[in-house]
DNA sequence: ATGACTCCCAGTGGGAGA
């Protein structure tokens, strides 16, 4: 069973490159984030005619999150329960018995800033919710964009960085707690190339310059440690014309006896 | 260098992203 993240920024503009990237990896399930697209807007036909049935969880110009799965996904949530939100940042269901919740985190743009604040009470509840989910869902797997670098060596530059949005203390604690409730980080679970990024500015010839951030996450329960088999970030995506600044993630876990 | 690019909604600019 293949399952991925990737923020596609804009799903009306990425849908051709979602298509052929979906067609060269058939992926069982894949989570996205900031589609940017309202409900109404959504590309069910073009997705289900690529053999995915989607859920949708959008909102106008910001935010936006979608989990496409070829068979069926059962016991939705939108959000995080009990946590009043107007953006639309959490969707998950159960996939072939795996507890699927794809999370775009915010940005928290700086620090100093409001956002930041929101960011810090988002990540406490989903800290708490994605515990209450492990009790009801042992297998579970927790992906997205998690606008969090957790260690200097997820930064292309970490002095410069350093303190930065994706690099505070504040933020690597909540990735840390959220390994605290048994999850794993299933890239570093195999060797990987040094310098191996999720996401590259659009400016500065970033990605010519490999100088990026691995912010895009997924972290597996205890219960389904066992089963990873392989995780790698595709960089090809990020070389297409118009690409998203994200590259995918692509988790493959060993099929039950 | 408070930059750079890309998206969106707007409306011939500005906010947000990271």
């Known amino acids: 069973m293949k399952l991925a993240t990737w923020n596609v920024n804009s799903l009306s503009v990425r849908l ?13 399930a894949i989570v996205l984030q900031e589609t940017k697209l309202t409900d109404a807007k959504f590309p069910h036909a073009e997705l289900a005619a690529a053999g995915y049935r989607s859920l949708c969880f959008g909102q106008k ?13 059962t016991e939705p949530v939108r959000n995080i329960p009990g946590f009043d ?16 919740i794809g999370a775009y985190i915010p940005n928290g743009q700086a620090p100093d ?27 579970l797997v927790l992906m997205g964009d998690y606008n969090i670098a957790p260690e200097d060596r997820d930064v292309h530059d ?16 909540h990735f840390q707690q959220l390994l605290g409730l048994g999850l794993c980080d299933a890239f570093r679970l195999f060797e990987q190339p040094p310098k191996s990024w999720s996401w590259w500015d659009y400016r500065n010839l970033a990605f010519r310059r490999n100088q990026g951030l691995r912010i895009d996450h997924i972290l597996v329960s205890e219960a389904l440690k066992p089963r990873v088999a392989a995780c790698s970030i595709d960089k090809l995506p990020r070389k297409n014309e118009r690409p998203s600044d994200h590259a995918p993630v692509v988790l493959e876990l060993a099929d039950l006896p």
Do not use: M
Not at 85 to 100: M, N, S
Not at 162 to 170: A, D, N, V
């Open 16 to 28: 051709p490159q979602l298509l052929d990237w979906l067609a060269a990896n058939p992926v069982d």
């Open 113 to 139: 800033s409001d956002k930041f604040v929101y960011k810090l009470r988002w990540l406490d509840a989903l800290r708490a919710w994605v515990q209450d989910e492990l009790g009801r869902h042992p297998a």
């Open 158 to 173: 970490p002095v410069a960085w350093f303190g930065q949005i994706h690099c505070t203390p504040e933020e690597r604690a």
């Open 61 to 73: 110009t910001y935010n936006g999150v979608a989990l496409l799965s070829r068979d069926e996904a």
């Open 85 to 100: 939100d107007e953006q639309a940042r959490v969707i998950a269901a159960t996939v072939r018995g795996v507890r699927v």
